[in-house]
């Protein structure tokens, strides 16, 4: 069964507007450390959604012609 396509999002989620603004004077060196291992680990993680998504992409353009 084919799944509904997903409903389009805007590019930043609450989350993210809320972690860019956050006040980051109360943290600590090991605190601020550990934000950014953090972060890093969610923009590899991102990275690799978008290479998936990309792929998928690719394949549909390869087999239907370019479809963007």
Same mark, same amino acid.
């Given at each position: 069964?084919?799944e509904?396509?997903? &409903?389009? $999002?805007?590019?930043?989620?609450? %989350?993210? !507007? @809320?972690? *860019?603004?956050?006040? #980051?004077e109360?943290?600590?060196v090991?605190?601020? &450390?550990? $934000?950014i291992?953090?972060?890093? %680990?969610e !923009? @590899?993680r *991102?990275?690799?959604? #978008?290479a998936?998504?990309?792929a998928?992409?690719?394949?549909?353009?390869a087999?239907f012609?370019?479809?963007?």
């Amino acid at each position: 069964m084919f799944e509904d396509a997903a &409903e389009p $999002r805007a590019f930043s989620g609450r %989350a993210l !507007i @809320e972690a *860019t603004h956050e006040d #980051l004077e109360i943290y600590g060196v090991a605190e601020l &450390e550990e $934000r950014i291992a953090a972060l890093q %680990a969610e !923009i @590899e993680r *991102t990275k690799t959604q #978008l290479a998936k998504k990309k792929a998928g992409r690719d394949a549909a353009n390869a087999l239907f012609g370019r479809l963007d």
